[in-house]
């Protein structure tokens, strides 16, 4: 009986995949764009986003999803994000953003998948507004 329990949690356990749906780690983000920047123009019309390096976990992606609404997200695809090809990048629809690794594509009015295997929503930061000057932070 012991050997057979044995072999069932053996088998059970080749048959488990390993979850390659993760969450973004945690960075610290605080920075700021101000829109009368020169190279920040993409953002006064909606739709219009920008990237900004070396910030959160792989880039930030900020957009303009309406009139005075931004939205910040990381470029960290949420499924298999430790690959080094996962990166989102903006699709000429300006409406999703797709990882060209695996194919996920994510909606940038709120990060949420809608094509793929991620399951897990785009890490957002908050986006506040004052003037000219968005403050990104986490």
Excluded: W
């Amino acid at each position: 009986m012991r050997n057979y329990l044995l072999l069932l949690l053996v088998l059970f356990s080749m048959g488990c995949e390993r979850n390659l749906t993760e969450p973004i780690p945690q960075r610290f983000v605080d920075f700021t764009v101000d829109l009368n920047q020169a190279g920040n123009g993409n953002l006064t019309g909606i739709g219009g986003y920008i990237t900004v390096p070396n910030e959160g976990v792989k880039g930030i992606i900020v957009y303009h999803r309406g009139q005075d609404d931004y939205a910040a997200f990381d470029k960290s695809c949420s499924y298999r994000q430790a690959d080094a090809c996962a990166i989102i990048q903006v699709d000429s629809s300006l409406l999703t953003a797709t990882d060209p690794c695996c194919e996920s594509r994510f909606l940038l009015s709120d990060g949420s998948p809608i094509v793929g295997p991620a399951t897990l929503v785009l890490k957002q930061y908050f986006v506040t507004r004052s003037g000219s000057v968005l403050h990104i932070t986490n």
